[in-house]
């Protein structure tokens, strides 16, 4: 059994992630705002292109998770009024 330091954020909250990728994110050991905020682009893709679904970008998913991870909802909110898919638009 791991051990949990901290309990697992809604990553559905994030613009462009679903639940499917939810689970992806959270098998790879994904399962906080903070740690998709400090998260490499790449090895996001990587971790996605593995799981099949390589037609996601997650480009936009560190920017909104940085502030979700502050609890600064109202900048969230405004970034994810600018994105697209999780994308800007």
Same mark, same amino acid.
């Given at each position: 059994?791991?051990?949990?330091?901290?309990?697992? &954020?809604? @990553?559905? %909250?994030?613009? $462009?992630?679903?639940?499917?990728?939810?689970?992806?994110?959270?098998?790879?050991?994904?399962?906080?705002?903070?740690?998709?905020?400090?998260?490499?682009?790449?090895?996001?893709? %990587?971790? @996605?292109?593995?799981?099949?679904?390589?037609?996601?970008?997650?480009? $936009?998913?560190? &920017?909104?998770?940085?502030?979700?991870?502050?609890?600064?909802? $109202?900048?969230?909110?405004?970034?994810?009024?600018?994105? %697209?898919? $999780?994308?800007?638009?």
């Amino acid at each position: 059994v791991k051990s949990k330091k901290k309990d697992a &954020d809604d @990553l559905v %909250k994030i613009e $462009g992630i679903g639940p499917k990728v939810s689970k992806v994110l959270k098998d790879a050991g994904i399962t906080t705002f903070d740690e998709l905020a400090h998260a490499k682009t790449a090895d996001l893709q %990587k971790i @996605l292109n593995e799981a099949g679904m390589q037609m996601m970008n997650p480009e $936009g998913w560190i &920017d909104q998770a940085k502030l979700a991870a502050k609890g600064d909802w $109202g900048a969230f909110e405004k970034l994810q009024d600018e994105l %697209k898919g $999780g994308r800007k638009k």
